[in-house]
């Protein structure tokens, strides 16, 4: 299994970098997280036809995790894709991405491609033998997902957006890669943990109890010019002891 980033900022972008989002790779199969930037730009820059993108998941309903699902399908249907596309969410973020996409009277398009929209709070879907999805809830202002994604050789997990949360831990024990967001500093981690986030160090605490071997950070408030990905690095290792990683956008990472 493969991870490309196609973005690792916050709600703010930064001139080099778009919103979280990453693409997961595996025997030939690909899965979208999140839909920012300009999916189908992205996928056609790492060599993936977006015409055989298998599976989108949306986390929640956040402007910066949805706001290009819209300009995917659009751009998909303009390309005539034919194969379907599955699109895994939450009950309320399915909601607000239909009402999304219905703005512009995507889902009514003549011959669009077919859609299956998987609606799970807390649970799986197998995407084909040996390839399972889990949803299950965090800890944000709306509702959100966390996520892993299982194959029969390895695991990742990923927080969302949260404050720290038992779930992201309880899914993450056994997984190789723990994908956590990372919004700010050690000081600031009370007003964060009031707003559903989490810092550095807190990512790096719920990846040393799971036992996973690789922590990724992600989603830095690049608003914040005080804040810098070292400080996170910094941060993450004075409670994690394994590696961490601050990914660069489109390039592969072996899980
Ligand atoms: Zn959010």
């Given at each position: 299994m493969n991870i490309v980033f196609f973005g690792t900022s916050g709600g703010v972008q930064s001139a080099e970098d778009s919103n979280v989002s990453f693409l997961i790779l595996y025997q030939g199969n690909s899965i979208l997280v999140d839909v920012s930037g300009s999916p189908v730009q992205s996928l056609k820059k790492v060599g993936i036809n977006p015409l055989e993108l298998d599976c989108v998941v949306i986390t929640h309903e956040h402007t910066d995790h949805i706001y290009a699902l819209p300009s995917l399908i659009h751009n998909l249907w303009l390309m005539k894709r034919e194969k379907p596309l599955t699109i895994i969410t939450n009950t309320s973020t399915e909601r607000k991405a239909k009402e999304l996409c219905n703005l512009f009277s995507l889902l009514s398009r003549e011959a669009l491609f077919p859609m299956k929209w998987v609606s799970i709070e807390e649970g799986k879907h197998v995407v084909e033998p040996g390839v399972e999805i889990s949803l299950f809830p965090v800890v944000h202002s709306v509702s959100t997902s966390g996520l892993k994604i299982s194959t029969s050789y390895s695991s990742i997990v990923y927080s969302s957006d949260t404050s720290p949360c038992?779930?992201?831990?309880?899914?993450?024990?056994?997984?190789?890669?723990?994908?956590?967001?990372?919004?700010?500093?050690?000081?600031?981690?009370?007003?964060?943990?009031?707003?559903?986030?989490?810092?550095?160090?807190?990512?790096?605490?719920?990846?040393?109890?799971?036992?996973?071997?690789?922590?990724?950070?992600?989603?830095?408030?690049?608003?914040?010019?005080?804040?810098?990905?070292?400080?996170?690095?910094?941060?993450?290792?004075?409670?994690?002891?394994?590696?961490?990683?601050?990914?660069?956008?489109f390039k592969s990472y072996l899980i």
């Open positions: 038992e779930k992201v831990g309880l899914y993450a024990k056994g997984a190789k890669m723990l994908i956590h967001e990372s919004s700010g500093s050690v000081g600031e981690e009370n007003v964060l943990n009031k707003s559903g986030h989490s810092s550095a160090r807190q990512a790096g605490e719920i990846a040393e109890r799971a036992g996973v071997k690789t922590l990724v950070l992600c989603h830095f408030d690049f608003s914040k010019r005080e804040y810098s990905t070292e400080q996170a690095i910094s941060e993450a290792k004075s409670a994690f002891r394994g590696l961490i990683i601050i990914p660069d956008s």
